[in-house]
């Protein structure tokens, strides 16, 4: 199949593209390096066996995006490409809702021009906000409340892509999408081909196994008297390749003329203590840590209700155990440094 994948220089959009072009599919890049390296797409690159095309792109350009897709008309897009740290978003709201939703704007009206009908969008648990404890865990049909910037821009393409859906499908044309809301996502390639890779980082695995290494401060841990086992907040990790290949399965249940939304973590939670420890041991080296305050709206436990995703596609999370995780995330960090 031909594959556009925007954000393919990211985190999970390089994933994506690897796995894509390892099952044999030709696949179309667009990134403008914001948040990620060229040195990403020089080993989707080798990887690729020249089924690898790549677009440097700023999707908020739409004259240049369209012109992105006509020149690889796509069959399915892959939409990763997104700003996605909470705290940035409280400070600078108006950052997010412009290049969030101004891009997905832009990349829609694009899709537009090529007739490109599918397409599969990176959401998040973020647009559920702070679940009551009677929706943990949390299912699809959890209210929608985002408490931030970044959740709230997320949940607002959902609303635009459920709207462009039906304006074509009152024309009896054909668009759907599958909203996949991610929950919190770990670990590297298999091969050790590419990695989490951020600057500044802020998730939890690549920052323990820098702070195991020296080159973070110890970490610090916020808020060691929550309700549960050790007092540490519980978070439910999905690995990348898990992760992505919900999205293999995903391209099999994509609406003709419809929206559908599925959850995509494991069901099972992790503490932060226990994420610490399996990195500890992945790294032959303790995560040196601290106890700190609780921040402002971190709930004690978000878990996903994996029901639904189980009920309509064959996906299940085959790499996600901790020991799994961190040991892939170990093994790219060690071969960079
Ligand atoms: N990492 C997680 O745990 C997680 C959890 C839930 C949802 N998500 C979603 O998954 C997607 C990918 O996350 P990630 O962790 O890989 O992030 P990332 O920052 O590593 O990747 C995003 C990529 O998009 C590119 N990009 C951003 N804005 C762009 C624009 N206007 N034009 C062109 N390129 C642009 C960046 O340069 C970057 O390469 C995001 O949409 C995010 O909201 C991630």
Not at 107 to 129: H, N, P, R, W
Not at 238 to 258: F, G, N, Q, Y
Not at 264 to 292: D, I, Y
Not at 329 to 337: G, I, M, S, T, V
Request: charge should be neutral; include cysteine.
């Amino acid at each position: 199949m031909k594959i556009t994948v925007t954000g393919a220089a990211g985190y999970i959009g390089s994933h994506a593209c690897l796995r894509l072009l390892d099952d044999g599919h030709e696949v179309h890049g667009l990134d403008n390096y914001s948040r990620s390296f060229e040195r990403t797409v020089q080993a989707l690159r080798r990887a690729g066996a020249g089924r690898f095309h790549f677009t440097h792109v700023e999707l908020n350009d739409h004259v240049a995006t369209t012109a992105a897709l006509q020149s690889h008309p796509p069959e399915i897009v892959m939409h990763f490409a997104a700003f996605a740290v909470v705290p940035e978003s409280v400070k600078f709201p108006l950052l997010y809702w412009r290049n969030n939703v101004g891009a997905t704007v832009s990349l829609l009206q694009a899709m537009d021009e090529v007739d490109a009908k599918k397409l599969i969008f990176s959401s998040t648990c973020a647009t559920y906000g702070e679940p009551a404890p009677e929706h943990i865990p949390i299912g699809e049909e959890c209210p929608q409340r985002p408490t931030h910037a970044y959740g709230e821009s997320k949940l607002a393409c959902e609303h635009m892509m459920k709207a462009w859906v039906q304006s074509h499908a009152l024309s009896d044309r054909e668009r759907g999408v599958v909203f996949l809301r991610y929950f919190n996502v770990a670990g590297g390639d298999h091969l050790d081909r590419i990695g989490e890779d951020h600057d500044p980082e802020t998730h939890l695995v690549p920052i323990c196994l820098r702070a195991a290494t020296g080159r973070h401060p110890k970490l610090i841990v916020h808020g060691n008297e929550y309700p549960t086992p050790d007092g540490t907040c519980i978070r439910d990790y999905v690995h990348v390749e898990d992760l992505v290949a919900a999205h293999i399965e995903a391209i099999k249940v994509i609406p003709r003329r419809d929206t559908l939304a599925m959850n995509v973590g494991t069901g099972v939670g992790a503490s932060v203590l226990e994420v610490l420890r399996a990195c500890s041991t992945a790294a032959g080296k303790q995560v040196p840590f601290a106890f700190g305050p609780r921040r402002d709206g971190d709930p004690p436990r978000l878990v996903s209700n994996p029901e639904k995703i189980f009920r309509l596609t064959n996906w299940r999370p085959a790499r996600s155990s901790l020991e799994s995780i961190a040991h892939s995330a170990w093994r790219w960090f060690d071969k960079q440094h």
